[in-house]
T-cell receptor
Framework: GQQVMQIPQYQHVQEGEDFTTYCNSS?????IQWYKQRPGGHPVFLIQ?????EVKKQKRLTFQFGEAKKNSSLHITATQTTDVGTYFC????????????FGTGTLLAVQP | DGGITQSPKYLFRKEGQNVTLSCEQN?????MYWYRQDPGQGLRLIYY???????QKGDIAEGYSVSREKKESFPLTVTSAQKNPTAFYLC????????????FGPGTRLTVL
């Protein structure tokens, strides 16, 4: 079945350092979404990527979709303590049903 | 959050009892979803519904049941047949169609003793 692999599982950085999480699929993705879940909270939608090679930015966050649409990445520049949480990628595999397969997530810890 | 409510936030039940988790949304969304999250893991789809009076099994539907009698409500019953029910349960909704974001409720943490 379809699988979405996400690495690393855990990353600990000093505040101000950069952070990147990677999402890889065994199949071509129609689109990919990214969510953030704060500790003890629920996932919150960040962004959706649809086009091959697409790059989108949200302040210090940069999202990329691979040229072959089989991988994606999220890069955070100069992390802050507010960036703490688990970042999930999610593949839309259900067409119009919008069913998502979530990656295992990357837990980001930021030391002040 | 986002117009989706789940109650209660924490729930304790004895083994062998059925328990129903509520999920209500006022976003006028057609599609609703139930996920299960275990510690340190991603979300796994239990059931989803695209329209009232219709729902489909997700990847881990065994031991669970749902109903969708109203657009706003999508309750999940965790039955005694679920072998390992202790988990964090998240409900979500979306406007439907390809690629629409999902809005999540605050979740219910179920502990079966």
């Amino acid at each position: 079945g379809q699988q979405v692999m996400q690495i690393p599982q855990y990353q600990h950085v000093q505040e101000g350092e950069d952070f990147t999480t990677y999402c890889n699929s065994s199949t071509t993705l129609s689109n990919i979404q990214w969510y953030k879940q704060r500790p003890g909270g629920h996932p919150v939608f960040l962004i959706q990527l649809v086009k091959s090679g697409e790059v989108k930015k949200q302040k210090r966050l940069t999202f990329q979709f691979g040229e072959a649409k089989k991988n994606s990445s999220l890069h955070i520049t100069a992390t802050q303590t507010t960036d703490v949480g688990t970042y999930f990628c999610a593949e839309n595999y259900g067409g119009a049903t919008n069913k998502l397969i979530f990656g295992t997530g990357t837990l980001l810890a930021v030391q002040p | 959050d986002g117009g989706i409510t789940q109650s209660p936030k924490y729930l304790f039940r004895k083994e062998g009892q059925n328990v129903t988790l509520s999920c209500e949304q006022n976003l006028n969304h057609d599609a609703m979803y139930w996920y299960r999250q275990d510690p340190g893991q991603g979300l796994r789809l239990i059931y989803y519904s695209q329209i009232v009076n219709d729902f489909q099994k997700g990847d881990i539907a065994e031991g669970y049941s749902v109903s969708r009698e109203k657009k706003e409500s999508f309750p999940l019953t965790v039955t005694s047949a679920q072998k390992n029910p202790t988990a964090f349960y998240l409900c979500a909704s979306s406007g439907g169609g390809l690629g629409n974001e999902q809005f999540f409720g605050p979740g219910t943490r179920l502990t079966v003793l």
